[in-house]
């Protein structure tokens, strides 16, 4: 079971949030073999400016916590959902950089 608590977030999180990030998590680390920190600090990163996730109405609610895995390790701007990359002129993926 991961130690992951409110106070690693950059941001203001809930019971519900947290257990949320928590699912986010172990996709990352499932999906992209990294370690939870590192999850944890990509998704921070990420969010660097994002104030809470808060209440059941909360955006992050709208996507699958597979969804921010690869939002989060690779950017929203890598298109990582498109298939056949090559054939749709992308090139390949590659996670975002991530400094301790």
Same mark, same amino acid.
């Given at each position: 079971?991961?130690?992951?608590? *409110?106070? !690693? =977030?950059? =941001? /203001?999180? /809930? +019971?519900?949030?947290?257990? @949320?990030?928590? *699912? ?22 990420? %969010? ?7 209440? *059941? +109405? !909360?955006?992050?609610? #709208?996507?699958?916590?597979? @969804? %921010?895995? @690869?939002? =989060? &390790? &690779?950017?929203? !701007?890598? =298109? %990582? %959902?498109?298939? #056949? #990359? ?11 950089? &991530?400094?301790?």
């Amino acid at each position: 079971m991961m130690n992951i608590k *409110e106070e !690693d =977030f950059t =941001f /203001d999180t /809930d +019971g519900e949030s947290i257990q @949320y990030l928590k *699912e986010i998590v172990e996709k990352m680390m499932l999906e992209h073999g990294i370690l939870s920190k590192e999850a944890v600090g990509r998704i921070n990163k990420v %969010w660097l400016k994002v104030g809470s996730v808060k209440g *059941e +109405g !909360d955006p992050i609610y #709208r996507e699958s916590p597979v @969804y %921010w895995a @690869y939002h =989060f &390790y &690779y950017g929203k !701007d890598s =298109f %990582w %959902w498109v298939e #056949r #990359r090559e054939e749709n002129n992308l090139p390949p993926l590659k996670p975002l950089p &991530y400094l301790k």
